[in-house]
């Protein structure tokens, strides 16, 4: 089943990267739910080899949104981002006495969505506007809601 496709988002997928998923995914769970700039700025300054292939991926995935869909870059935010493992590259390395020892190379796919926030707002006075004409053809106007919280303290249910 393919995901549902949304509005306002964007992807770059990253595939066979020479890296274990699990050293990706260090990374990954720093910069999700974070907007691009401050994205760039995270992995500019830490300390791990992820980082650069990530960057690379975020500023790819923020130029498809720029070309493609014509949106605004300080307005973008990282969505989704995951890691999934990739093929594992087996090799011999030849060891003492004509034995041999097997290396393994993991590598991952890394995927990164970003979504622009302008979006969201657009969709809230969507619904807002909806909201107001459901009023509007409502029969029950004149339904009261009641909060729990009022000036006299708690409210009373008797």
């Given at each position: 089943?393919?995901?549902?496709?949304?509005y306002?988002?964007?992807?770059?997928?990253?595939q066979?990267?020479s890296?274990s998923?699990?050293?990706a995914?260090?990374?990954?769970?720093?910069i999700?739910?974070r907007?691009?700039?401050?994205t760039?700025?995270?992995?500019?300054l830490m300390?791990?080899?992820?980082c650069?292939p990530?960057?690379k991926?975020?500023?790819?995935?923020?130029?498809?949104?720029?070309?493609?869909?014509?949106?605004?870059?300080a307005?973008?935010?990282?969505?989704?981002?995951?890691?999934?493992e990739g093929?594992?590259?087996?090799?011999?390395?030849?060891?003492?006495?004509?034995?041999?020892?097997?290396?393994?190379?993991?590598?991952?796919?890394?995927?990164?969505?970003?979504?622009?926030?302008?979006?969201d707002?657009?969709?809230?006075?969507?619904?807002?506007?909806k909201?107001?004409?459901?009023?509007?053809?409502?029969?029950?106007?004149?339904m009261?809601?009641?909060?729990?919280?009022?000036?006299?303290?708690?409210?009373?249910k008797?």
């Amino acid at each position: 089943m393919k995901n549902k496709k949304t509005y306002g988002e964007v992807y770059a997928l990253g595939q066979h990267i020479s890296m274990s998923a699990h050293k990706a995914r260090r990374v990954i769970d720093q910069i999700r739910g974070r907007s691009y700039e401050e994205t760039l700025m995270i992995l500019a300054l830490m300390p791990y080899r992820a980082c650069y292939p990530i960057l690379k991926l975020v500023s790819s995935a923020a130029a498809n949104a720029s070309h493609n869909m014509s949106l605004n870059e300080a307005s973008l935010i990282i969505s989704k981002a995951e890691v999934n493992e990739g093929p594992t590259v087996k090799k011999l390395k030849p060891r003492a006495r004509g034995r041999s020892y097997p290396l393994r190379r993991h590598t991952c796919h890394i995927r990164i969505v970003l979504q622009d926030t302008s979006f969201d707002e657009f969709e809230e006075d969507l619904f807002s506007l909806k909201k107001d004409e459901w009023l509007k053809k409502n029969k029950y106007k004149n339904m009261t809601y009641h909060d729990m919280y009022n000036s006299e303290g708690l409210w009373d249910k008797k």
